[in-house]
């Protein structure tokens, strides 16, 4: 059964909450999420508007890909609400989904190259799954939804 516009909604904000990149850097954890960073030493938070507007003079170039993922997810989203309210094309969604899940890849890749940090893609395994959970199902069959 292909789930319909609410739940795909539902599903799309949820992937916003999860952190996209887990960051181990010792004994110390960051989170990455869309909104910005988590760290646990000092606990704090750093919006990913004051990481790329405030500090971007120390803004590794590997993890630039981490906005476009945001605007990626983002898009994915207005697709998202569009289902609810309107009509979605689940193709810019899944596309936007899917994008946004491999932008994370340079970010998990280039922390890894550092030497003590472990980057876990969190956030690329878990939009990928939801993509293809949620969103596969459509393009498989005779694209009818339960919502048309």
């Given at each position: 059964m292909v789930a319909d516009s609410r739940r795909r909604l539902?599903?799309?904000a949820l992937l916003g909450l999860f952190p996209w990149t887990v960051l181990v850097i010792g004994s110390e954890l960051t989170l990455v999420f869309p909104a910005g960073l988590v760290n646990t030493n000092p606990p704090s938070?750093?919006?990913i508007y004051d990481f790329f507007f405030r500090f971007t003079d120390r803004v590794p170039s590997f993890i630039q890909s981490w906005r476009t993922g945001v605007l990626?997810?983002?898009l994915a989203l207005a697709s998202a609400v569009s289902g609810v309210v309107w009509r979605e094309d689940p193709r810019i969604t899944a596309l936007a989904l899917v994008g946004a899940a491999l932008s994370q890849v340079s970010v998990f890749l280039g922390f890894n190259r550092r030497p003590g940090y472990v980057a876990l893609p969190v956030g690329t395994v878990v939009i990928l799954a939801a993509v293809w959970w949620y969103?596969?199902?459509l393009f498989t069959t005779d694209g009818t939804?339960?919502?048309d």
């Open positions: 539902v599903v799309v938070f750093v919006s990626l997810y983002l969103y596969w199902p939804t339960d919502d």
